[in-house]
């Protein structure tokens, strides 16, 4: 079939749409309506951006790349590095050292609960024993994915929550489980807990 001279634009879509619906007639197979359109709506994702720029003179600009004298920290700014620090398991710390996020999640919720759970006061009991469980189940969960784990054992903030850790069960073993904590006891915890956060 000969294709009739078109000129390139809006046009050229409609008399393609055309000459597309004249050779579906006079065929003996007849497209359903949803087929006919999504083949339009195929040509028009695949061949707009070009005619787009044929029509309209608009071409991609040209970016110049200028060579800039800076450091890592410049390049990892923006949207490339957001990408690349979403799927890396690695997080800088405060302190400067990479450590594995989920180390850093988990020794964050320890102290955030902790802390929440010290500053209760014990006038309220039921809020008080909400904040303590949470506090307790953080610590389970950080023991169970980080206790004795190479990766993290010689790190500050490691060793300063095991320091945390020991000292409330050598306190609760000593005076039981329902003991309120000690005013000293609680203020060096506190103190632990913001030394911890330092290096987090």
């Known amino acids: 079939m000969i294709h009739p001279q078109v000129t390139v634009g809006p046009l050229f879509i409609d008399n393609f749409c055309n000459v597309t619906d004249k050779m579906q007639s006079r065929s003996n197979i007849a ?3 949803s087929e006919a359109s999504s083949s339009r709506r195929h040509l028009l994702i695949g061949v707009g951006p070009s005619l787009l720029t044929l029509t ?3 071409s991609p600009p040209t970016v110049w790349a200028e060579e800039k004298s800076g450091d890592k920290e410049e390049e990892d700014k923006g ?9 890396d398991p690695n997080e ?5 050292k990479v450590l594995p996020k989920a180390y850093l999640r ?5 102290v955030k609960t902790l802390r929440e759970s010290l500053n209760k006061g014990t006038d309220d009991n039921a809020k ?8 307790k189940e953080s610590i389970r969960e950080y023991l169970g994915s980080w206790r004795g784990n190479q990766i993290v054992a010689q790190e500050e903030s490691y ?4 320091k945390v850790i020991r000292s409330l069960a050598n306190y609760y073993s000593k005076a039981g489980p329902s003991a309120p904590l000690s005013h000293e006891v609680k203020s060096e915890i506190l103190d632990y807990l913001n030394t911890a956060e330092e290096f987090l």
């Open 56 to 58: 309209c003179g608009l």
């Open 128 to 135: 008080f024993r909400r904040t303590a469980d949470s506090a």
């Open 92 to 96: 800088k710390t405060k302190s400067g």
């Open 159 to 162: 060793v300063i929550l095991e």
């Open 106 to 110: 988990s020794a964050r919720e320890v």
């Open 79 to 87: 949207v490339i590095g957001a990408i690349k620090s979403l799927f």
């Open 31 to 33: 497209l359903p309506p």
